[in-house]
């Protein structure tokens, strides 16, 4: 029996553009010696929304949908997830972008 999409939530389409918490760089230890140690790295990200910069976040980079997301219900300026059609993130431009079903209300 094939499920009613009509009764099915809609979920947005993600990329899935994780990044490693942490990288390698070389330290001297106690005994002057480089050694490999890991660190973590913060990463820009720029907040698109219908093609309007929101704002610049700092993210580790492991759930940048997730954290875009969460910004956008955390300030209120989308009440549920069904709003979002889409959130994409390119970290070669260190931006994502989100498309809304139907714009956001007051955004300036």
């Known amino acids: ?18 990044k490693p918490a942490t990288f390698e760089v070389e330290a001297v230890n106690e005994r002057g010696e480089m050694v490999p140690t890991s660190v973590a790295g913060e990463h820009p990200l720029t907040l698109y929304v219908d093609k309007q910069e929101i704002l610049t976040l700092m993210t580790l980079g492991a759930a940048p949908e997730a954290l875009a997301i969460g910004y956008l219900r955390n300030q209120r300026l989308i009440d549920r997830v069904e709003e979002i059609v889409s959130v994409q993130v390119d970290w070669d431009v260190s931006a994502v972008a989100i498309t809304t079903r139907n714009g956001l209300a007051d955004l300036e």
């Not at 999409?5 to 993600?14: F, G, M």
Request: charged share 30%; hydrophobic share 40%; no cysteine.
């Open 1 to 18: 029996m094939a499920a009613d999409t009509k009764t099915r939530p809609h979920r947005p389409l993600l990329t899935d553009a994780a």
